[in-house]
Each structure stands twice: as C-alpha cells, then as structure tokens.
C-alpha cells in the first residue's frame, strides 16, 4: 500500500474554499487508489516562493518515512523545473492528480511548461497595468469612486467578523485540549457546531477546519 504525504496551497488567506477543495480532491484521490494517507500538510504561501515551511516539512516527512507527495495540480508545488528538479534530487516521489503522466522523464517536460506559463502570465500582467497606468494613476485612495471606498469599507467590516468567529473557535478548542487532554477533531467539530460556532464564512466546522483552525 503506497503512502502518501498530501500537500495543499494557496496564495493569501482569503483562498479557504480552495485549501478544502485540494484536501478533498486529495482524500478522494488516495481513495480511488487503495492508499495510505498519512497527513496533508496546508499553507498559504506564495508560490514565487520556494522556501516554504510547509513545503519543506511535507518534503522532509516523505524521505523520512518513504512516501510519496500528493498534490493536485502542479502550480500548487512549483512553476520554476530547476526547483522541481531540486524536489526529485532528494529522492522525494512526487505525484500530480492533474498530471497523472508526470515521473522523472516527464517531470523536465511539465516543469519547462509550468515555468514559460508562469513567464507569460506576468509578462501579460505587466503589459495590462502600462495600458492602464496611461488612462489613470494606480494605487491610490483618491482614485477610488464612492462606491469603491463603501465597498472596501465593508469589506472590512466583514473581515473583522470573520477574525472574530476564528479567534473565539480557536479559544473554544485550546480550552477543550487543556480541560480534557486530548484532541479529537470530529467530536470538537461537532461541540462547536452544536454550540453556535461558525467559521470564518459563517460556516459549520468540520474535522478539517478545526484541524487548520489550529495549525
């Protein structure tokens, strides 16, 4: 039975919906497979940069333990091939659901596509902002109509919420670890469901959320 070390990331802190569709395309995946899913490691981090916590520690448990790294798609590990030639070197077995022909004669091949498509998207985006830059300048809170600084007002707003219901969760389940002992996120998603918590987006937890509540 192959092992796998699951490994999930977005950009910024507002993605949370794209973390839970990676981790459960991850699960159903392993699944499908008759594997061993030992953990999936998550961040939010970008991927213009490779010295990643979470990556390494993913990186580091697969040689450790002879598993192999699971991700869905190949921008989620990298877009630069010297970094992911860099991964191969260390003997780490690497699988992309996307790109279930990827292996070490096909990692060169997606790695230089990944990378040229990286190129292109920011030789675009710079093209786009010098055409925009010509009509208007950028950046600043002035250059905003009323409807857009209402808009980023409650924005904010909503956020501050958000930041609430997540901090008072986490307290609710750092004083359940200490009170009991333990840690069980199915019965701690179900004591916070029960009890009215809800999640960043006003949403009930479930074992995977309480688990990133506190990583």
């Not at 010295?51 to 790294?69: H, I, Q």
């Not at 992911?84 to 260390?90: E, H, K, S």
């Not at 190129?119 to 002035?142: F, Q």
Request: net charge positive.
């Amino acid at each position: 039975m192959e092992k796998y070390i699951g490994y999930v990331r977005t950009s910024t802190g507002k993605q949370n919906l794209g973390l839970e569709e990676q981790q459960t395309q991850i699960i159903n995946f392993i699944s499908s497979q008759n594997g061993e899913l030992v953990e999936i490691i998550m961040e939010q981090e970008s991927g213009k940069n490779n010295l990643r916590k979470g990556l390494e520690t993913a990186l580091e448990k697969c040689s450790r333990n002879g598993c192999t790294l699971l991700f869905t798609k190949l921008d989620r590990l990298t877009r630069e091939v010297e970094f992911l030639f860099a991964i191969r070197n260390r003997g780490v077995k690497l699988r992309c659901i996307a790109l279930p022909e990827l292996n070490t004669l096909t990692l060169g091949i997606f790695g230089s596509m990944a990378q040229y498509e990286r190129e292109i998207i920011s030789h675009r985006t710079k093209l786009a902002l010098n055409e925009l830059k010509k009509t208007r300048p950028l950046g600043k809170i002035e250059n905003l109509t009323k409807e857009g600084r209402q808009k980023g007002n409650e924005i904010v707003k909503q956020q501050r919420i958000e930041n609430e219901n997540w901090r008072r969760a986490k307290t609710f389940v750092e004083h359940f670890q200490m009170k009991n002992g333990y840690l069980n996120l199915a019965e701690v998603s179900r004591l916070l469901n029960e009890n009215g918590y809800k999640t960043r987006k006003g949403c009930s937890f479930r074992p995977t959320t309480v688990k990133r509540l506190l990583s």
